[in-house]
């Protein structure tokens, strides 16, 4: 049965800022489309391997991931794991906001 049949809205945690390291993007790094997605120099707390939000290709990857799942039926995501403080992820954060109010008109 349809869960928005009952009213019920499907929200989703999205983790933009990392990736496991059994990810298939971080698999691929020595594949020419993958080399930069990581940041070389860091990991998360519990040692995840850090995305590089500079780059524009895993600025378009993590655009791709929300459009599938909107185009799931998700209705809305909770952005997790994303330090405001970090340079350039507030513009990422408006960048994020833009593709979900496009799909919500």
Do not use: C
């Amino acid at each position: 049965e349809n869960i928005h049949s009952r009213n019920i809205k499907v929200i989703v945690d999205f983790f933009p800022e990392y990736t496991s390291d059994k990810h298939s993007w971080f698999e691929s790094q020595a594949e020419e489309a993958y080399k930069d997605f990581y940041v070389t120099d860091r990991k998360t707390a519990t040692g995840l391997p850090v995305l590089d939000l500079t780059n524009p290709k895993v600025v378009k990857e993590l655009k791709d991931v929300l459009q599938f799942w909107m185009d799931s039926g998700v209705d809305g995501f909770n952005l997790v794991g994303i330090s405001a403080a970090e340079a350039g992820l507030n513009d990422l954060a408006k960048q994020f906001r833009v593709l979900l109010d496009a799909e919500s008109e």
